[in-house]
C-alpha cells in the first residue's frame, strides 16, 4: 500500500493533469485564471494579484488591461494607497467565469460518466477531500513552491 505523501504527491500530480486536460478540450478564454484569483480573494492590486498567481507584475498588468476591455474586471481606487488601483471582479466576469465553470463540469462529468466503474458518491468523496485539504489551508515554503 503507498503511503499517505505518496499518495498526495499522486493527487497533486493528477489533478494538474485533471486541469490540463480539461483546459486542452475547452480552449478557455484567456485570463481565466486571473477572474479565479478575484472570485477566490476578492478585490486586489496588480501587485497582490501577480504574487498571488507567480508572474511578473508587467504580466498580470497585461492581462488585466485585456480583461478590463472585455468588461470582465473594473479598476478602481484604492482607498489605502492613491497611487494604486484595487482589481474587481464584475458582473460580466463573474458570468464569464460562471460559463467556464460550466463547461469544465460537463467536460468533466462527461469523462467520469464514461468510467463503468466509479460512482457519483466516490466523485462526492474526492471532492470532499479535496475541499477538506484545500480549506485547511496549505502552507508554502520559503520558495513558494510544493
Known sequence: MPTTQ?????????????????????????GVRVLSLLDQYGPLGISQLAATDRCSQPTMSAAVSQLEARAWVVKQPNPNDARASLIT?????????????????????????????????????????LRDVLESGIPTTERGNL
Request: no cysteine.
Open 6 to 30: 505518496e499518495l498526495s504527491s499522486d493527487l497533486v500530480v493528477y489533478a494538474a493533469r485533471l486541469v490540463r486536460a480539461v483546459r486542452r478540450a475547452n480552449e478557455l478564454p484567456a
Open 89 to 129: 471582479l464584475s458582473d460580466q466576469g463573474r458570468r464569464e467565469l460562471a460559463r467556464v465553470r460550466d463547461l469544465n463540469g460537463r467536460t468533466v462529468a462527461a469523462q467520469f460518466e464514461a468510467h463503468p466503474t466509479h460512482t457519483a458518491e466516490d466523485l462526492a468523496v474526492a471532492v470532499a477531500v
